[in-house]
């Protein structure tokens, strides 16, 4: 298995660009999330979602968008970028809803804006 | 709000030293406590969750200590090793079958094992 992939590894974009953070599983995980780690700080939870068709909002949702048509897949729509969206980018999943605090996380995505 | 929060950003040991990291909570409906580890440049990584009805959870090296009269939360690393520097972040989740499934992540303690 390869866990949970995200790409890019990095990112640099310019002020009001779009793009999209892609996030995968193959562990048939139905619980995945994103979180944004800003430096000398814990990580803050953007959206989740506990099964295809189904998300919902974290502590800092503002400027981001998710959808989760698939189990594997839980891309994060960044929609007109802004300095203050600077961080590093965390997907995360766990097995179920009941256990969903074990997360296995991504390697992460460095997004610059500039 | 209600958050998780770490007493100190940097602990340094010896190697072979006994580590305890510790964390202060101020949610008394958390069910779960847990610890992750992240390496410099990786994801974070679980390392072991206590629920709230228990003192005590024993893994591999490590044990977590949970204290609800003082909410308190404690990671103890047995015989610390190189490959333990990392920073380490307690997290706790809310109880209930509804609602928001998240967790609530402190700011980190790093942990540097002096050779």
């Known amino acids: 298995n390869a866990g949970v992939t995200q790409t890019p590894k990095f990112q640099v974009l310019k002020t009001g660009q779009s793009m999209t953070l892609q996030c995968a599983q193959d562990m048939n995980h139905e619980y995945m999330s994103w979180y944004r780690q800003d430096p000398g700080m814990g990580l803050r939870l953007i959206h989740y979602s506990v099964g295809a068709g189904i998300t919902d909002q974290g502590e800092v949702p503002n400027g981001y968008n998710v959808s989760r048509s698939t189990t594997e897949d839980f891309p994060l729509r960044l929609l007109s970028a802004a300095p203050s969206q600077t961080s590093v980018y965390f997907c995360?999943?766990?097995?179920?809803?009941?256990?969903?605090?074990?997360?296995?996380f991504g390697p992460g995505t460095r997004l610059t804006v500039t | 709000g209600e958050n998780v929060g770490l007493h100190l950003p940097t602990l340094s040991v010896q190697e072979g030293d006994n580590s305890i990291i510790n964390c202060a909570y101020s949610n008394s409906a958390s069910d779960y406590f847990i610890w992750y580890k992240q390496e410099s440049g990786k994801g974070p990584q679980f390392i072991i969750d206590?629920?709230?009805?228990?003192d005590k959870r024993q893994g591999q090296r490590v044990t977590v200590l949970l204290n609800k009269t003082v909410k308190h939360l404690s990671l103890q690393i047995a015989a610390t090793q190189p490959g333990d520097s990392a920073v380490y972040f307690c997290a706790d989740r809310k109880a209930g079958d509804t609602g928001r499934r998240a967790l609530t992540f402190g700011s980190g303690t790093r942990l540097q094992v002096q050779p």
């Open positions: 206590i629920r709230s009805n228990m």
């Open positions: 995360a999943s766990s097995f179920g809803q009941l256990s969903y605090h074990e997360q296995y």
